[in-house]
């Protein structure tokens, strides 16, 4: 027992803390605050720089009902268009408190110092998007999310939290059935690190990387979604993937790359090859600004249908609005396709098509404390799932990570302040240390890169925008059979600067997160916002009221059906009103 924790605390490199947050994108960062705020120690671990999380990449905007510019706008119609958008299957206690929290979260960081576009008057800008009935999402440019990690970012390295960069969590340790800690490894050199902690925060992002057009950076392989899986935590909503109906098709190497909706929310148009402005007929009200689920499709429907682009794909328009203004609104947009793909957009159409987005499914949390079923574990931001239900609109996700990276932050502190120390039991660090190094044991094994180029391939392929009985099946034995080539893979090289060893142990995440989409589109018999089954085509009334989780027992994955929770009266009421 002393070997062993010799191993522990003298071999390894430890650090303590009462709250360890795992991610420094909006919602690790704003929870890593809000818990500083409460008097605790605070670690934040995160796996690329800081300053380079995925939200770096966020371009729209910030969905909050400020009223700035359609001063109708409230928290009830913001609340209703999530519950809408999400197809009724959103947590509808977290899309209230998102509704009604968010104006103070964003005013908040304007406090903070973030600086966003403003109207006339002085107020914060707001814009037009895709299914919110108002102009309601706050911005700076198209480079919303910048603003956003610079700001937090400031202001967390003011208030003192530690942070680790380029550290990679490979474990969450336990102390019976709570949390304790994390094994983790720095990118750089390939040395282990122990985290103890009292709670944890994950805030580790989305799942993109498991699809071969995507939107997403490298760091979104589902590691904060297995992590929590594995150590027993439950997972919700898997079958709802967001694939955004604009990326870039042409030229092939930088196909999925995000044309953000921005585009059409400054009055961007679609049209088909034949010059028909398409939407016409799938959404005549909403036309462009309709839903993404819906967009999507629809782009995905023409191509099919043989009305496609040359690279198949949609034509995007905004050259019918003044060059100047379209320079000054859409900043990114314009350098992205002038250095990218030679086309000035403020002359010519932009080529688009369906891209892998945004995961709605995540870690099933308590609407209030941001708590997963595992205690002193608690999640945040595009790891957690809940808010919003079958399909998120655009722009929920920044608010989301301000309004539920706060109160994880706060719940955590909170647990951490009444809750002893634990101790992780030494031999489970140890065996995940064994287990990470095992690919450098095995010789003459697969590559990593190909194991994950099939991965890619059977996702976009099986279980895509449209899904049936057939692939999905297809999909869970393709699916079996790359765990068992995961098994036997084997890296080059030493532990040090090895992108080789870091992907093969991705590649765990992101086949556990792929099985359970798979097993739970599989089981969602019935067509919902971003979940299309070609072989059940409707919306049935009976699946409108469950939603599907994922748990580990006896090293299998299980599935139930979970009833969603009745909605109280007053709200009922506000999602019949009409506006
Ligand atoms: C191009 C693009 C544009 C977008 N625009 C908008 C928009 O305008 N409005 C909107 O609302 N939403 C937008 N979204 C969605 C939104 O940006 C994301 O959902 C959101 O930023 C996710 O934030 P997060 O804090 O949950 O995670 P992230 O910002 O992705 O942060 C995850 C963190 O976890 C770390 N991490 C991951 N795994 C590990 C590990 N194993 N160990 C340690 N650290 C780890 C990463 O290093 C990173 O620091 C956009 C998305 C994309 C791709």
């Known amino acids: 027992m002393a070997g062993r924790e010799a191993v522990l605390n003298d071999a390894i490199e430890t650090h303590e803390h009462d709250v360890l947050v795992l991610g420094a994108g909006g919602a690790g960062l704003r929870a890593a605050i809000e818990a500083l705020a409460q008097g605790v120690s605070v670690g934040v671990i995160c796996k690329s720089l800081l300053g380079k999380a995925h939200t770096v990449m966020a371009e729209g905007g910030i969905a909050a009902a400020m009223s700035n510019v359609d001063a109708a706008d409230d928290w009830r119609t913001h609340f209703r268009d999530t519950m809408k958008g999400g197809k009724l299957l959103n947590n509808w206690r977290m899309a209230q408190l998102h509704a009604q929290e968010a104006p103070a979260r964003v005013n908040e960081l304007e406090q903070w110092g973030a600086i966003f576009d403003r109207t006339q008057d002085g107020r914060i800008l707001q814009r037009a998007f895709g299914g919110h009935t108002f102009k309601r999402l706050c911005h700076v440019g198209d480079r919303t999310g910048l603003e956003m990690i610079r700001t937090l970012q400031d202001r967390g390295v003011q208030m003192g939290f530690d942070v680790y960069m380029e550290c990679t969590v490979a474990k969450l340790l336990k102390d019976g059935e709570r949390v304790a800690g994390a094994l983790a490894y720095w990118r750089e050199q390939g040395r282990f690190v122990l985290f103890k902690a009292k709670?944890?925060?994950?805030?580790?992002?989305?799942?993109?990387?498991?699809?071969?057009?995507?939107?997403?950076?490298?760091?979104?392989?589902?590691?904060?979604?297995?992590?929590?899986?594995?150590?027993?935590?439950?997972?919700?909503?898997?079958?709802?993937?967001?694939?955004?109906?604009?990326?870039?098709?042409?030229?092939?190497?930088?196909?999925?790359?995000?044309?953000?909706?921005?585009?059409?929310?400054?009055?961007?148009?679609?049209?088909?090859?034949?010059?028909?402005?398409?939407?016409?007929?799938?959404?005549?009200?909403?036309?462009?600004?309709?839903?993404?689920?819906?967009?999507?499709?629809?782009?995905?429907?023409?191509?099919?249908?043989?009305?496609?682009?040359?690279?198949?794909?949609?034509?995007?328009?905004?050259?019918?609005?003044?060059?100047?203004?379209?320079?000054?609104?859409?900043?990114?947009?314009y350098h992205q396709f002038k250095e990218l793909a030679d086309v000035d957009i403020t002359r010519e159409p932009m080529e688009v098509g369906p891209t892998c987005h945004y995961m709605m499914g995540g870690i099933r949390v308590d609407a209030e404390s941001a708590q997963s079923s595992v205690p002193g574990l608690f999640s945040a931001g595009e790891a957690a799932a809940g808010l919003h239900g079958?399909?998120?609109?655009?722009?929920?996700?920044?608010?989301?990570?301000?309004?539920?990276?706060?109160?994880?932050?706060?719940?955590?502190?909170?647990?951490?302040?009444?809750?002893?120390?634990?101790?992780?039991?030494?031999?489970?660090?140890?065996?995940?240390?064994?287990?990470?190094l095992a690919p450098f044991e095995r010789r003459e094994g697969e590559n990593p890169y190909t194991l994950h180029r099939d991965l890619q391939v059977t996702m976009q392929n099986l279980v895509g925008i449209f899904r049936t009985r057939e692939d999905l099946e297809k999909a869970l034995g393709e699916l079996e059979a790359l765990k068992r080539r995961l098994a036997a893979v084997s890296v080059e090289g030493s532990r040090m600067f090895n992108p080789g060893w870091h992907l093969a142990l991705e590649l765990r995440s992101m086949l556990t997160v792929s099985e359970a989409v798979t097993r739970a589109a599989a089981m969602r018999e019935e067509s919902r916002g971003a979940h299309s089954r070609i072989d059940f085509p409707n919306t049935e009334a009976a699946w409108g009221k469950k939603n599907i989780v994922v748990k580990r027992e006896g090293g299998a994955m299980a599935l139930r059906e979970q009833p969603t929770a009745e909605l109280p009266d007053e709200l009922k009421k506000i999602l019949a009103e009409e506006k």
């Open 199 to 333: 709670a944890i925060v994950i805030a580790t992002g989305g799942i993109g990387k498991a699809y071969r057009v995507t939107s997403n950076s490298w760091e979104y392989t589902g590691d904060g979604m297995a992590l929590a899986y594995d150590a027993g935590a439950e997972l919700l909503d898997m079958e709802f993937v967001q694939f955004h109906p604009t990326g870039m098709v042409w030229p092939p190497g930088v196909q999925g790359i995000l044309v953000t909706e921005a585009v059409r929310g400054e009055g961007g148009t679609l049209k088909n090859r034949l010059g028909e402005r398409f939407m016409e007929k799938y959404d005549p009200k909403r036309m462009e600004l309709s839903t993404r689920d819906v967009v999507a499709r629809a782009i995905y429907t023409e191509v099919r249908e043989g009305r496609g682009t040359e690279h198949g794909g949609a034509f995007l328009d905004i050259s019918q609005k003044p060059a100047e203004y379209v320079k000054r609104k859409l900043p990114s947009m």
């Open 390 to 436: 079958a399909n998120r609109l655009g722009g929920n996700s920044l608010s989301d990570l301000l309004v539920f990276g706060r109160r994880a932050g706060m719940a955590a502190a909170e647990y951490a302040k009444k809750a002893a120390a634990p101790s992780a039991a030494a031999a489970d660090a140890e065996a995940a240390q064994r287990e990470a």
